[in-house]
Structures are given as structure tokens and as C-alpha cells.
């Protein structure tokens, strides 16, 4: 599978002073998905790819899990990652292959650039 998009939203966020982080590169920003489309009680599937990672308890790796606009999934590791400014290139374990292009303000993007980068280079 391949999946590219372009991100609207791109969120990084830290929980027990760094201990859980999570990055999320999501094609449409919350504010825009109609949540009530089809009286559905969940959101409506969007692309999206998030990454996460515990530091408190062993083993410290980077979970990935995406939507491809149909369908979840995830629980995979990242076997080889590429970061600008602007594009994101990933491979996992399993062969998936992602290209994400965005855009972000130059702090969020030096910290998911430490994450992704510092835990897999």
C-alpha cells in the first residue's frame, strides 16, 4: 500500500513531561470534519498517519497508525524515514510506504523533526 496526501492539520503533543508523545499529520483539520455526517457517533474516516510513543515503560519504539480514507490501522514500526520542511517519506516494517506533504510553523516542525528523527536515525 502507498498512500500520499496533503495535511491540513499537524499536531505535536507531549503528556507526563515527555513521556508520551504523540505527532499527527491528518488531511483535514478537526474543526472541518462534520461529525455528524450520517448520525454517526465516530468521526467520518480522513487521511491521516499519527505516530506515538511511550518512554516510561520498555520497549521505547515509535507506533505508527494511519487511515486511508476507508479504512484504520497500524501497530507497525517505522523501518526508514525522510523529514523536510515540507514532506514527509516514510516506510514501515511491513512495506507500506507513505508520502505526506505539509506545512507547520518552524517550533512544532523542530520538535516532531527531534522525535522522528532523533528516534530513528
Known sequence: MHLKFHAEEVCYSEALGG???QVSFQEKPDPEIDYD???????PPIKY???SACYEFP?????????DGENDDGGELIKKIE????N?????ENN?????????DDITFQKI?????GANS
Open 49 to 51: 498517519i499519527g505516530f
Open 83 to 86: 523529514l523536510t520542511e515540507t
Open 96 to 104: 507500506y510506504s507513505f508520502e505526506v506533504n505539509f506545512k507547520t
Open 88 to 92: 514527509l517519506k516514510l516506510v514501515l
Open 59 to 67: 520497549p521505547f519504539t515509535t507506533s505508527v497508525d494511519w487511515c
Open 37 to 43: 455526517k450520517k448520525n454517526n457517533l465516530l468521526s
Open 113 to 117: 523533526k527531534s522525535f522522528l528523527l
Open 19 to 21: 513521556d508520551i508523545i
